[in-house]
Protein backbone atom coordinates (compact mmCIF):
# COMPACT_ATOMS: atom_id res chain seq x y z
CA UNK A 1 0.00 0.00 0.00
CA UNK A 2 1.23 3.53 -1.21
CA UNK A 3 1.08 6.57 1.23
CA UNK A 4 -1.81 7.90 -0.86
CA UNK A 5 -3.60 5.07 -0.27
CA UNK A 6 -2.81 4.91 3.39
CA UNK A 7 -3.38 8.69 3.14
CA UNK A 8 -7.01 7.98 2.05
CA UNK A 9 -8.05 5.27 4.13
CA UNK A 10 -7.13 7.22 7.24
CA UNK A 11 -9.20 10.39 6.00
CA UNK A 12 -12.02 8.16 5.78
CA UNK A 13 -11.71 6.82 9.05
CA UNK A 14 -10.08 2.94 8.80
CA UNK A 15 -7.34 2.23 11.56
CA UNK A 16 -4.56 1.69 9.33
CA UNK A 17 -1.92 1.57 11.57
CA UNK A 18 -4.28 -0.32 14.71
CA UNK A 19 -5.07 -3.11 12.02
CA UNK A 20 -1.91 -3.12 10.44
CA UNK A 21 -0.46 -4.43 13.80
CA UNK A 22 -3.22 -6.92 13.48
CA UNK A 23 -1.78 -8.24 10.40
CA UNK A 24 1.87 -8.47 11.14
CA UNK A 25 2.26 -5.57 9.23
CA UNK A 26 1.68 -7.30 6.07
CA UNK A 27 0.35 -4.69 3.45
CA UNK A 28 -0.55 -7.37 0.54
CA UNK A 29 -2.56 -9.66 3.30
CA UNK A 30 -4.62 -6.20 4.57
CA UNK A 31 -5.29 -5.60 1.44
CA UNK A 32 -6.37 -8.80 0.30
CA UNK A 33 -8.81 -9.01 3.08
CA UNK A 34 -9.98 -5.08 2.26
CA UNK A 35 -10.83 -6.14 -1.07
CA UNK A 36 -12.39 -9.29 0.38
CA UNK A 37 -15.31 -6.50 1.79
CA UNK A 38 -16.40 -5.92 -1.88
CA UNK A 39 -18.20 -9.71 -1.78
CA UNK A 40 -19.18 -9.84 1.88
CA UNK A 41 -22.70 -10.85 1.64
CA UNK A 42 -23.60 -9.52 5.14
CA UNK A 43 -24.98 -6.15 4.22
CA UNK A 44 -27.24 -7.34 1.41
CA UNK A 45 -28.24 -10.05 4.48
CA UNK A 46 -28.83 -6.97 6.75
CA UNK A 47 -30.91 -5.12 4.05
CA UNK A 48 -33.44 -7.86 2.76
CA UNK A 49 -33.94 -9.43 6.49
CA UNK A 50 -34.57 -5.57 7.34
CA UNK A 51 -36.85 -5.21 4.48
CA UNK A 52 -38.56 -8.11 5.44
CA UNK A 53 -38.91 -7.33 9.48
CA UNK A 54 -36.61 -10.60 9.99
CA UNK A 55 -35.41 -9.63 13.25
CA UNK A 56 -32.65 -13.21 13.11
CA UNK A 57 -31.28 -12.76 10.25
CA UNK A 58 -30.98 -8.97 10.11
CA UNK A 59 -29.04 -9.70 13.38
CA UNK A 60 -26.72 -12.54 11.85
CA UNK A 61 -26.23 -10.26 9.29
CA UNK A 62 -24.82 -7.12 11.59
CA UNK A 63 -23.01 -9.62 14.12
CA UNK A 64 -21.27 -10.89 11.43
CA UNK A 65 -20.71 -7.66 9.72
CA UNK A 66 -19.57 -5.96 12.94
CA UNK A 67 -16.81 -8.99 13.46
CA UNK A 68 -15.69 -8.80 10.03
CA UNK A 69 -15.31 -4.96 9.90
CA UNK A 70 -13.99 -4.39 13.17
CA UNK A 71 -11.14 -6.80 11.93
CA UNK A 72 -10.43 -4.74 9.36
CA UNK A 73 -10.17 -1.41 11.14
CA UNK A 74 -13.33 -0.09 9.36
CA UNK A 75 -14.12 1.82 12.41
CA UNK A 76 -16.71 4.74 11.65
CA UNK A 77 -18.77 1.17 10.01
CA UNK A 78 -18.28 -0.39 13.03
CA UNK A 79 -19.42 1.77 15.43
CA UNK A 80 -22.77 2.11 13.90
CA UNK A 81 -23.43 -1.76 13.78
CA UNK A 82 -22.86 -2.06 17.74
CA UNK A 83 -26.46 -0.26 18.87
CA UNK A 84 -27.84 -2.24 16.03
CA UNK A 85 -26.76 -5.65 16.83
CA UNK A 86 -27.80 -5.05 20.47
CA UNK A 87 -31.24 -3.73 19.58
CA UNK A 88 -32.02 -6.94 16.87
CA UNK A 89 -30.00 -9.12 19.94
CA UNK A 90 -33.21 -8.46 21.77
CA UNK A 91 -35.57 -8.37 18.56
CA UNK A 92 -35.96 -4.76 18.49
CA UNK A 93 -36.33 -3.79 14.95
CA UNK A 94 -36.66 0.04 15.68
CA UNK A 95 -32.85 0.43 13.88
CA UNK A 96 -34.50 2.58 11.60
CA UNK A 97 -31.77 5.53 12.22
CA UNK A 98 -28.75 2.66 12.07
CA UNK A 99 -29.93 1.27 8.27
CA UNK A 100 -29.50 4.45 6.89
CA UNK A 101 -25.80 5.38 8.47
CA UNK A 102 -25.23 1.75 7.54
CA UNK A 103 -26.12 2.42 3.55
CA UNK A 104 -24.06 5.39 3.46
CA UNK A 105 -21.08 3.83 4.92
CA UNK A 106 -21.62 1.07 3.32
CA UNK A 107 -21.35 2.69 0.17
CA UNK A 108 -18.90 5.22 0.66
CA UNK A 109 -16.67 2.39 1.92
CA UNK A 110 -17.04 0.17 -1.12
CA UNK A 111 -16.08 3.04 -3.48
CA UNK A 112 -13.21 3.52 -1.54
CA UNK A 113 -11.99 0.00 -1.18
CA UNK A 114 -12.43 -0.59 -5.21
CA UNK A 115 -10.54 2.69 -6.07
CA UNK A 116 -7.63 0.29 -4.29
Known amino acids: ?3 EQKKMLEEKGFD ?5 KRFLNNEA ?4 CLRKFLDDPSYDKIK ?3 SNGNCKEA ?7 KGFVSNLG ?3 M ?9 KLRVQDMNVDMEMKQLETLYQDTYN ?4 L
Do not use: C, R, S
Not at 29 to 32: D, G, I, Q, R
Not at 59 to 65: D, L, P, S
Not at 112 to 115: D, G, K, N, P
Open 16 to 20: VDGTM
Open 29 to 32: LYLK
Open 59 to 65: FEGAHTM
Open 74 to 76: INE
Open 112 to 115: IIQE
Open 78 to 86: YHVLIPMVE
Open 48 to 50: EAY
Open 1 to 3: MDA
